[in-house]
């Protein structure tokens, strides 16, 4: 039951991590200072900002200067990892 709720809690956890990135991605692309939706734009990077510099730091040092930025794309693709690996490892 207990191990249950754990699982169901990372899953939407997860969820809703995955989900943030990819309105920040899409809201990057949209967004300009001076726009309504900036405030949260804003403030919502500012949450996911320390999920994405572990990233950053790793491509820096691969010397990996892309014109895109790729960092919120690979920090979603290891939280899932992550979250596999939690799975696996509560049952």
């Not at 572990?54 to 990996?64: E, F």
């Not at 930025?69 to 920090?75: A, G, K, Q, R, V």
Request: positive net charge.
């Amino acid at each position: 039951m207990l191990i249950g709720i754990i699982r169901l809690a990372l899953y939407y956890f997860y969820r809703l991590l995955d989900l943030a990135i990819l309105v920040w991605c899409i809201m990057s692309w949209i967004v300009r200072p001076g726009d309504r939706l900036y405030g949260f734009y804003y403030k919502l990077g500012s949450y996911l900002e320390p999920l994405f510099l572990p990233v950053r730091k790793i491509l820096y040092r691969l010397r990996l200067n892309l014109p895109i930025d790729l960092s919120p794309w690979i920090t979603m693709i290891l939280l899932g990892f992550i979250y596999r690996l939690l799975m696996v490892v509560i049952r």
